[in-house]
């Protein structure tokens, strides 16, 4: 690299000339997620009241142990400390794979940090590492994530399958249905899907990694199916974090007995 | 006719200040239009650079009210004149004189990215055959009409001035093109890495926001770089194949 020395000045923090609204897309991402982490770890440390009849919450899904009927190992182990709910068991796999999330990532750096604050809007720390050394170096191992995203979103489809059958409380027997539940757990695992789906990471995976994708037909539509939904990133990545929020609260409500799951057939 | 004010930096690598400048405007006018009447009319020594006017060149670039644009790509009409333009210089790069920088250090940056250098011709003519599909890939990078803009915009340059540890968007794309080409037979990926300081790049989005070419930098070519180089230097699974594919 040159070594030129380049005299410039530093702006101050917030220092701009910009005169649009610059702030108000920083804030509104720093308080939507900010609502979405308080009430995550909230949901994540109840423990009950998440799931009601077929349905069970993404927050809580897989349930590895629990006393629920989904619960896949049976019932939690006495050597489990009682705090950990069975959605601790899971919820780093997901987390994860929002953290290091090439959109949320330019996203909380943004409003969180501050780095930038918005576009040529000056800095609030002179220092600056970058994703070069650690913690932020990890950021790397997105793609490991994706793997297990990729799990968890067959679990959440299973879910939603699973949602589709109505056990009767009198006689015990299993018929199919659709409630409104259902409708939520469908919806929740199509914009999982859809934000999922066009991750960079597999866009890379899938086809991205190669010169000469036209050697691989089968790589070449994969990959222009997940760039499609990739250039969508964004907008499923803010309506599956929102909808898997109204999911988990739907249930809840109806397990507490707030609201009653309207059966359409 | 109307009027409008124009908030122009006039100074040189010492300092400077803003200067207000009153002028005609009419429909269809840019900003360059504008500061050209100016320096016509009331600053007959204001410096300025620009060549094609026709969003092209790469030669007009600034700051207009903080966002930095091609004069001459920007319509009055999109801006407010109840209150001043502001036009100052691009800022990653050092001031010449008013709204001139001193754009060398990208054509430095530039000699130092490793040169396509394609595979043995295809075919007995010394050509080579290429499918339609690859190729659109990176035709998207060749758009680049080198304005800096997104150099400009980087956060990375622009407040952290690390010119000596980061080649910047443009660059990437730049790097991209080569990388990507189906017939280039080099590797950058060490470079990118440990001299050009892609781990810098914090995905802000801001370079494509400020493409005048509408190049999708961050998502088409820093982030499939990023990937290129977390396969080769940061993937355990992938290193642990590379080691056993190796030892047989």
Known sequence: MSNTVIPLQRRKFAQTTRQDGWWIQPLAIFLGLSAFIVYANWAAFQGEHYHWGPYLSPFYSPELFGDSPHSMFGARPSWLPAWVSPALLILWAPAGFRLTCYYYRGAYYKSFWGDPPACAVGELRNGYRGENKLPLIMQNLHRYFLYLALIFLLVLAYDAWKGMWFKDAVTGEVSFGVGIGTLVLITNVCLLGGYTLGCHSLRHLVGGRLDEMSNSPVCQKAYSCVSCFNARHMLFAWLSLVWVAFSDVYIRLCSMGVLSDWRLF | ?248
């Open chain 2, 1 to 248: 006719m109307a009027t409008a004010t124009f908030r122009i930096w006039r100074g040189n690598k010492e300092g400077g200040k803003f200067q207000d400048y009153t002028t005609e405007v009419s429909e269809g006018m840019v900003v360059l239009d504008a500061v050209l009447r100016i320096q016509a009319e009331k600053a007959n020594d204001l410096a300025v650079r620009w060549n094609c006017k026709a969003g092209k060149c790469g030669s007009c670039s600034a700051e207009i009210n903080g966002i930095p644009k091609l004069m001459c790509m920007t319509r009055l009409s999109e801006l407010s004149l109840d209150l001043p333009v502001i036009i100052e210089p691009m800022q990653s790069f050092p001031s010449i004189k008013d709204l001139v920088t001193d754009v060398s250090w990208n054509f430095e940056v530039k000699k130092k990215i490793k040169k396509f250098s394609p595979r043995k011709a295809d075919a007995s003519d010394g050509t080579w055959r290429m499918a339609q599909n690859d190729v659109n890939r990176v035709q998207e990078f060749r758009k680049c009409i080198e304005c800096f803009l997104c150099q400009n915009v980087c956060h990375v340059l622009r407040d952290h001035h690390l010119h000596n540890e980061f080649i910047g968007p443009r660059f990437f794309v730049y790097s991209a093109n080569l990388e990507m080409n189906p017939l280039d037979t080099q590797d950058r990926l060490e470079q990118l890495k440990d001299t050009q300081g892609i781990g810098y790049c914090n995905i802000t989005k801001c370079c494509t926001k400020v493409c005048p070419e509408s190049i999708t930098i961050t998502d088409n070519a820093i982030i499939p770089l990023k990937e290129r180089v977390a396969d080769e230097f940061y993937d355990p699974l992938k290193k642990l194949i590379r080691l056993f594919r190796k030892k047989k």
